[in-house]
């Protein structure tokens, strides 16, 4: 779990990373007022040979089990005040699908994503208890990834993420990409979907998710719920 500091100092009182045996859950509270949080799976950890960011075969972050609350994010895009998409430096190893808050935004909204910009990792769906609409990406998209996105693999040789194009530098120049809507190609109207490359296999595969940067365009990418409500949200990991 990461919080973009840069935005708010609100923090969840709970550890930045914990491990997740299959069939369990854990219960905490975030300020109601959370800013630019993200929450997100790590797959393959050994943290006892190498505290860093490769200590995990994917979505590993900077500090070790316990990610670091200042550079620890997994992430090149945060949620800002607003519930819009800002860029941030990435670090940490992608790809990996990635759950965004920003609470009590503007228009006292709550904003929240399903993000696949860096990728995917594992299937995973916010829900909440108010009735507000469902963020997920409830399929597999390792083992029908496209060739150039697919990887990492396990050591059975099973694909346990699919990069983006963006993470996957198809073009070679990640810093003025229309993959990574980036460089010239850092606004909206200059990335549109149908220049980043194998958009489509992310969003039709998962519609209600963040597909590509400034994919609110699609109008099933960024989520609101009326913060008056007070939601409890569920992330579930593989639904």
């Known amino acids: 779990m990461f919080t973009d500091l840069n ?12 491990e997740a045996p299959s ?10 007022n959370w800013k630019a949080g993200r929450i997100w799976a790590r797959r ?4 006892s040979s190498n505290p860093g960011p490769n200590s995990c075969l994917d979505g590993g972050c900077n500090g070790g089990l316990l990610c670091d609350p200042r550079t620890g994010t997994v992430r090149g895009f945060g949620l800002n005040r607003g519930g819009e998409l800002t860029f941030l430096p990435p670090s940490g190893c992608s790809p990996a699908t990635v759950a965004e808050w920003t609470l009590q935004g503007d228009g006292n909204r709550d904003f929240y994503d399903i993000s696949l910009v860096d990728g995917y990792n594992l299937p995973a769906r916010i829900s909440n208890n108010v009735g507000c609409h469902v963020a997920d990406c409830p399929v597999d998209l390792g083992p029908n990834c496209p060739a150039q996105l697919k990887g990492p693999f396990d050591s059975s040789g099973f694909p346990v993420g699919c990069k983006s194009a963006c993470v996957a530098n198809l073009d070679g120049n990640q810093a003025n990409s229309p993959n990574c809507c980036s460089g010239q190609f850092s606004s909206p109207g200059a990335c549109p979907s149908s220049g980043v490359a194998f958009y489509s296999y992310f969003k039709s595969n998962c519609p209600n998710s963040y597909a590509y940067a400034f994919d609110e365009s699609s ?7 009326d913060s008056g409500l007070n939601a409890d949200y569920t992330l579930t990991f593989c639904p």
Request: charged share 0%; aromatic share 16%; net charge neutral.
């Open 7 to 18: 935005v708010a100092p609100n923090v969840p009182n709970f550890p930045t990373g914990w």
């Open 23 to 32: 069939l369990t859950s854990v219960s905490f509270t975030v300020p109601n």
């Open 44 to 47: 393959n950890c050994n943290f």
């Open 219 to 225: 109008g099933t990418a960024l989520w609101t719920c």
